[in-house]
């Protein structure tokens, strides 16, 4: 278990004090071209959301939190803020923590003047891996030097330029997991990437009512946390290399006699992948392949059976000649695992004599 006892606080920061930055970068004359340009790197640099330091909580961790006595939020706040926590519950794709309110909860999230966040914070939080955390969201008709904080949720018509405070929120959940703000492109195409993100937007630009997590915060959730499920699904934020392997058993047989074809399919296993390396991937499609000794074209066999254990797949085949089969796995677009194709293996056909002169094992006795 992490036991870092530093709390990380991060704030949000409001659109306009992007834009008047951006603004100034513009004005900046020829000699701040080598900043810009890093900067521009920096910004291009799409993936997973990075992480804050204190490590992940504990896999599917149960986090209870309360409202802050002398700072609770307001009744439209606190609908917001439950809600955002059974997003965060349900679009988390992994075993992270798990938000639930509970009046006894050792968590405390507050509302209000009391917030301890920075200048220009809209809300902000304070984890303590694997023990706690903490909330703040500033309130209704807070004065930044941009102009007063509107949040959606006070109003009945929520009017232009408010903040959804479940969006917000929801950022902050992903902060307490272990989420750092994603790293958009230049030009922010992919903003709907992430709802952890250093700029909140307001209504109505795109992405300003997220109410799930995005792709790339899944992403690292998954990496942190793992997946619920060998079945479940790896973001598309992800581009994992998978390996496949393939056996015969047994690997010689006799004229017209079966043999069984087991294909594994896993994570790769790098260190990079965290929690991810190694998993077995089941449930997936995988095809076999066959071909004649000496030849180069393959013929498509069938898809492989789903397989007694995690991540294998099964086919079994009667011979009548030597063959050489290989399987494969095709990515899709609807995940973030990279397709592979197995070794390619040979099964003989010929009993004992076949079997003896290349030291393999056959389904019946020699003798
Ligand atoms: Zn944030």
């Not at 530093?6 to 951006?22: F, K, L």
């Not at 890093?38 to 896999?59: E, M, N, R, Y």
Request: with cysteine; proline share 4%; aromatic share 8%.
């Amino acid at each position: 278990m992490n036991t870092l006892t530093r709390p990380d606080r991060r704030s949000h920061r409001t659109g306009r004090t992007r834009q008047s930055r951006a603004t100034r970068l513009l004005t900046f004359g020829a000699t701040a071209v080598a900043g810009l340009m890093i900067s521009l790197s920096g910004a291009s640099a799409h993936g997973p959301d990075p992480t804050l330091s204190g490590g992940p909580f504990g896999q599917n961790q149960a986090l209870h939190f309360r409202w802050r006595a002398g700072s609770e939020p307001t009744t439209a706040i606190k609908t917001a803020i439950n809600a955002a926590a059974a997003a965060a519950n349900a679009s988390r794709g992994s075993k992270a923590a798990t938000f639930t309110y509970d009046a006894a909860g050792s968590n405390p999230i507050g509302y209000g003047t009391g917030a301890t966040c920075g200048v220009n914070g809209l809300a902000c939080f304070t984890r303590t891996v694997p023990t706690s955390f903490t909330m703040w969201l500033r309130e209704q008709g807070h004065v930044f030097d941009w102009g007063t904080l509107k949040w959606c949720q006070a109003y009945t018509t929520p009017p232009s330029g408010c903040y959804d405070a479940e969006t917000i929120a929801l950022d902050e959940f992903g902060h307490i997991e272990v989420l750092d703000h994603h790293a958009n492109y230049a030009g922010d195409s992919d903003y709907q990437d992430a709802v952890v993100q250093t700029f909140s937007r307001t209504k109505p630009a795109a992405g300003w009512n997220m109410h799930t997590f995005g792709r790339c915060d899944v992403a690292t959730l998954q990496r942190q946390y793992d997946m619920q499920s060998w079945t479940a699904k790896y973001s598309t934020c992800l581009a994992l290399t998978t390996v496949l392997t393939l056996t015969a058993a047994p690997t010689a047989v006799l004229f017209g006699a079966p043999t069984t074809l087991t294909a594994t399919l896993t994570v790769a296993n790098y260190a990079s992948y965290l929690r991810l390396g190694g998993n077995p991937i089941s449930g997936r499609v995988v095809a076999l392949q066959r071909r004649a000794p000496g030849t180069t074209t393959w013929l498509s066999v069938g898809t492989m059976a789903v397989g007694s254990s995690a991540g294998t797949y099964v086919l079994s085949q009667g011979l009548t000649a030597d063959a050489e089969y290989r399987a494969v796995f095709t990515s899709s677009t609807t995940e973030g695992l990279n397709g592979s194709t197995s070794p390619t293996i040979r099964v003989y056909v010929g009993g004992c004599i076949g079997a003896a002169a290349r030291d393999v094992a056959i389904t019946v006795p020699c003798i």
